[in-house]
């Protein structure tokens, strides 16, 4: 068990690491660096730049130094709890993302929510009445789930919202509380806003966990310690719920660990079509304006949250399988 | 403890569920020939004939492969399929609805639509057009319009849709068109040409990286295994999207279309892999296992004959059917990298940059028809999901 | 002494098919045997002949698509009173508290016999719970008693283990005990020892043994291996495509057996005292497809016996063929 833990966590921290140089590459993969914008959009508004002020901009921002030690300097500061400035807004990265990056894993883990409670129970049904109408129809309505990637269905949805009831389904907040700060009625209007946005993205996970779970549970049913189970004498609900459904559980909890980044995934581009406000649309900006510090820091942030989630789904995933916690060969 | 010992006489392998009884003297004459024929037909039945004939059972599979057939066909024949130039704008025919056909004319089958007469609305004093009643324009198929190159080199002018005594671009509108004033079913015909082949490509390009890095992974094992390993559940628990748009607002503004088409088929490209090098990792794995290679090894076979005449041949029909489902992974990626902007960039047609004209919601809920081509997107995912599982449960069906 | 004591277990005309795309297999065709109370019942045949369906259809857990078309299972229950398990609906309370009440059922493989989640104790003491209108500490007392019954040493630490981390040996002695938990009348046993080495298999057939003797417990043993048939059956009954082609006691069966597939069986266990550098006898021809049964006797494509005309146009009954007997087989019709 402790080998296990260990080896996840390794793997975890490897993961951040592997996070945070892709993302730095990423940022500077594009030619030029954020002074030659810069200049480009001064020049655009009228006013010049000389070499001077540009070499002395460069110098300032550490921008002509050797890539590595921009890498190091950069995960230094971030370490100390200094993720730098925003360039083009002129304010500290943190303040810019602020809420944003909560409430990106508020709505994920709202998503997820959403995809479990819904694919466990269909999933089961599915393998238990397999071949019925039910099963059917929950397959088709899966596969188009399926297929139809989450920005598309977000803009149906808001399309449908506003043509037929006039409502604009957007966003988190009711309109008067967007700025307000955080209170029991921020909350509440957060949790009447987010089914939308939470069923939106989980559609598609969801039509995939069902077909895992239906898959898995029909390989179990067939396995004899269901017979056994029923030759005890125990009524066929609970033969199916305790046993069969306990073991297609495992493979169910594990999925959680690509559930997360998928749907994460995800809503970067449904909040651009719902307009929430959460990291999405704030990295599209920064990836336009090539501003460094902060497209970076959210690509980072997001992937650390990710590996979090994932490495809480490995704790999960060993608190219920004793094969792992007793170290089975 | 002895065992009873029932001799087994036959001597071919069968396929899973089908035994061939040697004794068929006693048996009743016609019935048990025609049965005994099937058997045998079986018996002697290639791989890819059994797997034919699984597939063909599956109602949606076969349903999915021929819809995929004519989205193929509308791609190498777009220019067929569609009536004008797909680039060709008019800022004053922006957004108009599209056009109805009216099948018959007076009681017999003769399509036409309205000619469009250009007024201004006294209102915002801007041009619009609509249809004029008057002025009946007929509709002909396989119609001679504007020529064009047949597959790229035969010139050629008929169309699928052409009208009579005017032009096209003026009086023809079947989907309405976009906020420039581009006819919307002229572009849908071109984007599906560069949907289905991004398609297609980027695919190719994530076989060969899964293959090569799954083949190694599960071949040679050991170090090189961990290493590969790791390095692909790295890759998949890192959110994707953030990744991709950061390496797709990295492509130079200035690049040529031609350029951005392959930049991004590569990136798009490099999510797909890991998934196909699961898999060939999975059956390398468990094929080096099988007797029928040891037996290859002891005959004297050198590895790369084992690997390529012995291995791959068993697990092609999965690697077909693992490629196939990761086709609409593509296709979706492809299409929200476009649509956000960051993708190919105008004058590529993709259903992603038709799509970005439907972002804003105001102007979606004036026109709604902007949203048909997520249904082009929806039906190809689904075929190609129908199509790919047909094919692995074709290949496996007890996998 | 009553010459016949009144069977526990009587299983009449037994019609179990799997109806399926392809076409319908007949699993049991007419299989009709009893059970004696307190004596050991051994069911033998190729693989592929019925025996485990035909333990099924008497727990009525046969698998969808089968389903048991005819036929009565009438058991006796212990104040006298007879019930036919055919007439039950699987899923009532009834035919419940039998399964595993009445009746117990241990399986070939034990490792997959149990759920590798749970731990072997809560599948025991859910057992025990079922049947038994007791409390959980006194389930888990009396689930610690089963396993030390069977053999286990320290039970009380194996109760909380998982199968994975038992022996095979141990792990079928845990089915063994949870078969044995709410003492029932009649064992089924499936092939009990086939994934065992021989070793073990000895240990588990004297720890039967013992138990029925000691509770005047029935045994329905099921298997291939005939050799375990000689040593532990009283009563044996042979079937073949899911019918019984002979039975009788297990002396008059290996000794004098009738029925030419019976002998053909027993000419093929190689024996010391068989005669040596001659090829081991084999039953010419192979199984039928389910979908390609032989009409007449089902046996008679591969019958040493054939009579052309009689054998393939007729089907033959189980009829007595001397003391307590019965073949079912043309040559004695």
């Excluded at chain 2, 797709?248 to 350029?259: E, L």
């Excluded at chain 3, 007949?26 to 190729?46: C, H, N, R, Y």
């Excluded at chain 3, 046993?189 to 298999?201: F, G, K, S």
């Excluded at chain 3, 006691?249 to 029925?259: L, R």
Aim: charged share 20%; proline share 6%; with cysteine.
């Amino acid at each position: 068990m402790l080998a296990y833990i260990v080896r996840r966590l390794l793997l975890a921290v490897l993961t951040v690491w592997a996070i945070s140089v892709l993302s730095f590459i990423i940022i500077h993969l594009p030619p030029g660096d954020y002074v030659t914008s810069y200049i480009a959009s001064m020049s655009a508004s009228g006013s010049a730049v000389s070499e001077g002020e540009a070499k002395a901009l460069r110098e300032q921002l550490g921008l002509d130094k050797p890539i590595t030690v921009q890498y190091l300097k950069w995960t230094g500061l971030m370490l100390q709890g200094n993720f730098g400035m925003a360039m083009e807004w002129g304010r500290p990265v943190s303040d810019v993302i602020g809420d944003r990056l909560t409430l990106t894993m508020v709505i994920s883990v709202a998503a997820i929510v959403f995809t479990w409670a819904l694919a466990l129970p269909i999933g089961i049904f599915s393998a238990v009445y397999r071949y019925s109408f039910m099963d059917y129809v929950f397959t088709l309505v899966g596969f188009i789930g399926l297929a139809i990637p989450g920005f598309l269905l977000a803009l149906i949805v808001m399309y449908v919202g506003f043509a037929y009831f006039d409502a604009n389904v957007g966003g988190l907040f009711s309109p008067d509380l967007v700025e307000a700060p955080w209170n029991m009625a921020k909350v509440w209007d957060l949790t009447k806003h987010l089914p939308i946005p939470a069923i939106v993205l989980g559609v598609a996970g969801t039509a995939q966990l069902i077909r895992i779970m239906r898959s898995n549970l029909l390989d179990e049913l067939r396995k004899p310690y269901v017979m056994t189970a029923r030759a005890r004498g125990l009524s066929e609900y609970w033969v199916v719920m305790r046993y069969p459904v306990r073991v297609a559980l495992n493979p169910f909890v594990s999925t959680i660990g690509y559930l997360l980044p998928y749907i994460v995934s995800g809503s970067i581009i449904v909040s651009l079509v719902l307009s929430l406000p959460t990291v999405g649309p704030l990295l599209l900006k920064a990836l336009i304006a090539q501003d460094m510090f902060l497209a970076g820091t959210i690509v980072l942030l997001l992937g650390v949250l990710t590996v979090i989630g994932t490495f809480i789904s490995d704790l999960l995933l060993m608190w219920i399988d004793p094969r792992i916690r007793r170290g089975r060969q | 403890m002895a065992e009873h010992g029932a001799a087994e006489e036959s001597s071919r392998v069968d396929p899973p569920g089908i035994a061939l009884g040697v004794e068929a003297a006693a048996e009743p004459a016609a019935k048990h020939e025609t049965r005994n024929l099937a058997e045998q037909r079986i018996a002697v039945a290639t791989q890819w004939q059994l797997m034919w004939w699984r597939f063909r059972k599956h109602k949606l599979a076969v349903g999915g492969t021929l819809v995929l057939a004519a989205f193929y066909l509308l791609a190498i024949f777009a220019d067929f399929f569609a009536y004008v130039d797909p680039s060709e704008s008019d800022a004053q025919r922006s957004l108009m609805a599209p056009q109805a056909i009216h099948w018959f004319d007076e009681g017999s089958f003769k399509p036409y639509v309205y000619a469009l007469k250009g007024t201004r609305d006294p209102m915002t004093f801007k041009r619009v057009y609509v249809p004029d009643t008057s002025t009946k324009i007929p509709i002909r198929f396989f119609g001679r319009g504007e020529p064009y190159e047949l597959l790229g080199f035969i010139p050629a002018d008929r169309h699928l849709f052409a009208v009579e005594g005017a032009k096209a671009s003026e009086s023809l509108f079947l989907m309405g068109t976009d906020t420039q004033g581009r006819d919307a079913w002229s572009r849908l015909m071109h984007a599906t040409r560069t949907s289905m082949t991004i398609g297609l490509v980027s695919v190719a390009l994530s076989l060969v990286l899964g293959v090569v890095l799954g083949g190694i992974s599960g071949y040679f094992g050991g170090a090189i295994d961990s290493v590969i390993q790791r390095i692909i559940e790295i890759l998949r628990s890192i959110p994707t999207i953030p990744l991709w748009m950061g390496l797709a607002a990295a492509v130079p503004n200035d690049w040529s279309v031609v350029q951005v088409y392959f930049a991004i088929t590569i990136i798009i490209s490099l999510i797909g892999w890991t998934e196909l090098a699961r898999v060939v990792r999975g059956r390398f794995i468990s094929l080096k296992q099988e007797d029928f290679v040891m037996a290859a090894e002891l005959v004297g076979c050198s590895k790369s004959r084992i690997i390529f005449r012995h291995m791959v041949p068993s697990f092609i029909s999965h690697i077909i059917a693992a490629t196939t489902l990761a086709i609409p992974a593509i296709i979706i990626s492809e299409t929200s990298l476009s649509f956000l902007g960051l993708g190919l960039r105008p004058p590529a047609i993709s259903w992603g940059v038709l799509l970005q004209e439907a972002q804003n919601i105001q102007a979606l809920v004036i026109s709604p028809w902007l949203l048909i081509p997520s249904f082009a997107v929806i039906v190809a995912v689904l075929a190609f999901n129908f199509m790919g599982d047909g094919i692995r449960d074709a290949a496996d069906p007890y996998l | 002494m009553q010459n016949a004591k009144k069977p526990l277990l009587s299983v009449r005309n037994l019609h179990t098919s799997f109806f399926q795309d392809e076409g319908t297999t007949k699993a049991v065709d007419g299989a009709s045997f009893d059970v004696l109370p307190g004596k050991t019942l051994g069911i033998v045949g190729e693989s592929g002949c019925g025996k485990s369906v035909t333990a099924q259809s008497i727990l009525r857990i046969v698998d969808h698509p089968g389903r048991i078309v005819e036929g009565k299972i009438v058991l006796t229950r212990e104040d006298g009173s007879e019930i036919d398990l055919v007439k039950l609906k699987p899923n009532s309370r009834e035919m419940r508290s039998i399964r595993g009440g009445d009746i117990g059922l241990i399986f070939q493989e034990p490792m997959t016999s149990f759920s590798p989640v749970h731990t072997v104790g809560a599948q025991l003491i859910e057992a025990v719970l079922l049947h038994n209108a007791v409390g959980k500490k006194e389930a888990r007392r009396r689930g610690i008693e089963a396993l030390r019954s069977v053999g286990i040493p320290k039970p009380e630490r194996r109760i909380d283990e998982y199968s994975f981390e038992l022996s095979g040996g141990l792990r079928q002695r845990a089915m063994i005990a949870v078969a044995l938990s709410c003492d029932p009348r009649l064992l089924i046993a499936d092939e009990p020892t086939t994934a065992l080495d021989v070793t073990t298999q000895a240990q588990i057939l004297d720890l039967l043994r013992k138990i029925q003797q000691e509770r005047g417990m029935a045994i329905m043993l099921i298997t291939h291996n005939l050799g375990v048939v000689a040593e532990m059956a009283d009563d044996v009954v042979v079937m073949y495509l899911g019918r019984v082609v002979e039975q009788g006691k297990v002396d008059d069966i290996f000794h004098d057996p009738k029925h030419p597939y019976t002998k053909a069986l027993l000419q093929s266990i190689p024996s010391i005292e068989s005669v040596p550098r001659v090829k081991l006898p084999t039953i010419s021809g192979s199984i039928p497809h389910p979908f390609n049964r032989p009409t007449g006797c089902p046996f008679h494509p591969r019958c040493a016996s054939f009579m052309s005309g009689r054998c393939d146009n007729a089907e033959p009954v189980l009829a007595p063929v001397g003391d307590g007997r019965k073949a079912s087989c043309f040559l004695y019709q």
